[in-house]
């Protein structure tokens, strides 16, 4: 059973324009939530992360928005950029060592 | 530079030949540990290590064992490969327990075990 899951396999946005990758969880023991990219031949490199006491932590081009009630985290990224075409992978902790990832979005950013 | 190193990069082996995948951190990290990946799954862990001889299970260990007897080390051992091995690996590496600290990854392991 996925604990962490991301419905979309591949979003299309155009160059400028707002990226909006969702993620969701089932385990409410989860309290810390972090994305990372992946580019292909390359290992995924850590984006952005958001603790469960918070519901909004931003870095630059890039926002993480966590409802806790809804168990939804989101990854926005304004605006996009070509460079940004990329596998995101949504992680979520919690009491255990042990991240659980869900299966990824391919984003593709037309120019 | 601070970086995770895996080799092989690629490697194709037959069925029950041992095979070793070696991973080596040049961060001090404390925390190393061991993912697969494959097609329509997210990374999944197969073991970790918390500090030097400390291992653990992670949610897909079996057929795999680790050792860390350096703290720069984590070497991935398949004793008897299958195919149902056939997989992307990476290794990774964070200062601490991954709650609070990003991981950093390795470059990826492609094994196909025939």
């Known amino acids: 059973d996925q604990q962490v899951k991301q419905n979309s396999p591949s979003l299309s946005v155009q160059e400028g324009r707002i990226s909006i990758l969702n993620c969701d969880y089932t385990?409410?023991?989860?309290?810390?939530f972090l994305w990372y990219k992946k580019y292909p031949a390359e290992g995924p490199t850590f984006l952005i992360s958001?603790?469960?006491?918070?519901d909004k932590n931003e870095d630059g081009r890039f926002t993480v928005f966590l409802n806790k009630s809804a168990k939804h985290l989101s990854l926005h990224i304004v605006p996009s950029q070509p460079g940004d075409s990329a596998v995101y992978f949504c992680?979520?902790?919690?009491?255990?060592?042990?991240?659980?990832f869900g299966r990824g979005t391919s984003l593709i950013v037309h120019p | 530079e601070a970086q995770v190193t895996q080799n092989p990069r690629y490697l194709i082996t037959v069925t029950g030949k041992k095979l070793t995948v070696t991973c080596s951190q040049n961060m001090n990290h404390e925390y190393m540990s061991w993912y697969r990946q494959d097609p329509g799954l997210g990374l999944r862990q197969i073991y970790y290590s918390m500090n030097v001889e400390v291992t653990d299970k992670g949610d897909v260990p079996e057929g795999y064992k680790v050792s860390r007897k350096e703290k720069r080390n984590f070497p991935l051992i398949l004793e008897s490969p299958s195919p149902n091995q056939t997989s992307l690996y990476f290794c990774?590496?964070?200062?601490?327990?991954?709650?609070?600290?990003?991981?950093?990854f390795g470059p990826g392991t492609r094994l196909t075990v025939l």
């Open positions: 992680a979520a902790i919690g009491g255990s060592y042990i991240p659980t």
């Open positions: 385990n409410s023991m989860f309290d810390y």
């Open positions: 958001i603790s469960s006491i918070k």
């Open positions: 990774a590496s964070s200062e601490d327990q991954p709650s609070y600290n990003e991981q950093f």
